[in-house]
């Protein structure tokens, strides 16, 4: 799935696409402008007076991936998520003994007997992950849309810290990150128990994890020792938990909108620019963009449309002066007292 944002007039907008096929209409394009038969009269049969097209909207998007995993693994850097994705699926997960080898999520798919899962291979968390740190927030976000986790701690402590330590602070940043994550059905591989050091940590970590012994797993991913048991227990509660049904969206669908709230478009404010004047408002910023200012006509459009919808009387209870600027969109007019209208 992807989440788009996007910031419109001062708010922040988003939208989950989360169904295949969903749509989006991020940005409208203009309305094509009237041609000069449109301003004929019966006077002024062929008027020197035409629309141009208008702009098109221009928004920034924040395109975000949330992966589609039925099963995340979550550990600190080394604990060997790479090397047990690398042995239960196909996936080819680049593997090398130091922290954070892997930078990008690596997908694999799985089959236990003849069930088919997805298990994504997250990049190592470390202290402060919640709040950004080591690319946290890039990593934490492909695990919201899992429905287990297997949580990987390298229970020979390899790196110098207390497996059991591991634990809690992985849990910790997933909590500060998202509380529901921290409650998300977990099961815990306690791995590279092919070293000494693990066999002499088991007993330690059997009594301080708080995890039930159904739902705790001894393995070595290096000699893949244990590893079928794990599966065996993830896609049990895979079946107990199955997917929300994510339906496709019919094609004749209409897209998805921004939840804009209504705007008046006959509204305007004038702000104060320096010594000139600034006018912002959806129908006469549209005809400023949409005249062509080199045109004698349009300009007179212009100033009647100035005149009937109060700007005119607006601009010279701010105080505008004769020789000021006003500038209305692309536009910039300049105040003459005498006729009391910008030209």
Do not use: C
């Amino acid at each position: 799935g992807t989440v788009v944002r996007a910031t419109i007039n001062g708010v922040t907008y988003t939208v989950d696409l989360a169904r295949p096929g969903q749509r989006l209409l991020a940005a409208r394009g203009g309305r094509g402008g009237l041609g000069n038969i449109h301003f004929a009269t019966p006077t002024r049969q062929a008027p020197r007076l035409a629309e141009l097209g208008e702009p098109g909207q221009e928004l920034t998007l924040e395109l975000e991936l949330k992966m589609l995993a039925d099963v995340g693994l979550v550990g600190f850097p080394n604990a060997g998520k790479s090397t047990l994705l690398s042995v239960i699926s196909a996936a080819r997960p680049k593997i090398a003994a130091y922290p954070f080898t892997t930078l990008t999520p690596n997908l694999g798919i799985v089959e236990v007997g003849v069930q088919r899962f997805v298990v994504a291979d997250i990049p190592g968390l470390i202290e402060g992950a919640h709040a950004g740190v080591g690319l946290g927030h890039d990593f934490l976000r492909h695990i919201e849309r899992t429905r287990l986790l297997i949580h990987i701690i390298d229970a020979a402590g390899v790196d110098g810290r207390a497996p059991w330590d591991d634990y809690e602070q992985i849990n910790t940043e997933l909590r500060l990150y998202q509380p529901e994550l921290a409650q998300r059905k977990q099961v815990v591989a306690l791995n590279k128990a092919d070293l000494p050091a693990a066999q002499a940590n088991l007993p330690i970590l059997r009594e301080r994890l708080p995890v039930a012994p159904e739902d705790l797993f001894v393995i070595s991913a290096a000699t893949q020792a244990g590893i079928e048991p794990l599966l065996q227990r993830v896609a049990e509660l895979l079946r107990a938990d199955p997917p929300p049904q994510r339906d496709p969206v019919d094609p004749d669908e209409p897209p998805l909108e921004w939840p804009l709230p209504p705007v008046d478009e006959n509204a305007f404010t004038i702000e104060r620019e320096g010594n000139a004047f600034r006018v912002r408002g959806v129908k006469i910023e549209r005809l400023i963009a949409m005249s062509n200012l080199e045109q004698d006509e349009a300009i007179d459009r212009i100033q009647r449309v100035l005149e009937a919808s109060g700007i005119n009387e607006a601009l010279i209870a701010a105080g505008v002066q004769d020789g000021d600027v006003v500038r209305i969109g692309r536009a910039e007019l300049v105040w003459d007292d005498s006729g009391q209208h910008a030209l």
